[in-house]
């Protein structure tokens, strides 16, 4: 598959980039996307989640009333869960959400998730670019020109420039990467992917 280079203008360069087949032309396999973008969800959880149970509540362990004769249910002490400000039955606890997946795995979810973009034509070739400075006005002209403005986009860049990095910051719906931490989450969240031609080989 060959796709045309543009310019940070919006404008055709005149080259063309080939794709290769076996990353953006492999028959998609979903259930490795679901892993994966099911993976990637989970290892961003913090976990942090705590509840008290009716052995962490401070209060007295003295029963409140009589065990019989008082015609309501029977009651233990002030700790017991059915009671405002007592513990909870069965809360949750700090754990850790993340789980393994294989390097194979990956690289299949990943292959799949490029070429669905592929197909929706939804990757964007650019050719390699710099900011002197961080200025977001700039990165913003650039997704005008490209017709991208408000849309979900991916940057991929083959090594990351802090300068356009920082421009993008502020544009919530424009993420910025570099080759090597591109995961399939990302790609399927995009309406487009702009790769940048060095990024292109990186990929490979």
């Known amino acids: 598959m060959k796709l045309d280079v543009y310019s940070i203008n919006g404008n055709t360069t005149g080259k063309q980039v080939d794709l290769d087949d076996s990353i953006y032309g492999v028959e998609a396999n979903d259930h490795c996307v679901y892993l994966a973008v099911k993976q990637y969800l989970a290892n961003q959880r913090q976990g942090t989640h705590k509840t008290k149970e009716r052995n962490e509540i401070v209060g007295s362990r003295k029963k409140l009333k009589k065990q019989k004769g008082t015609g309501t249910a029977r009651f233990g002490d002030i700790k017991n869960p059915i009671f405002r400000g007592g513990g909870r039955i069965f809360g949750p606890k700090p754990r850790d959400y993340s ?22 034509e939804g990757i964007v070739v650019l050719e390699d670019f710099t900011f002197d400075a961080p200025k977001t006005k700039s990165f913003i002209e650039i997704l005008k020109s490209l017709n991208l403005d408000g849309k979900k986009t991916l940057l991929v860049l083959n090594d990351l420039d802090q300068n356009v990095a920082m421009s993008a910051r502020n544009i919530k719906s424009t993420k910025v990467v570099n080759s090597a931490s591109l995961n399939t989450y990302d790609i399927m969240n995009a309406n487009t992917v702009l790769i940048s031609e060095k990024a292109v080989e990186a990929i490979v």
């Open 99 to 120: 789980f393994k997946l294989n390097k194979k795995v990956k690289k299949i979810a990943r292959n799949s998730a490029l070429s669905y973009k592929a197909k929706a």
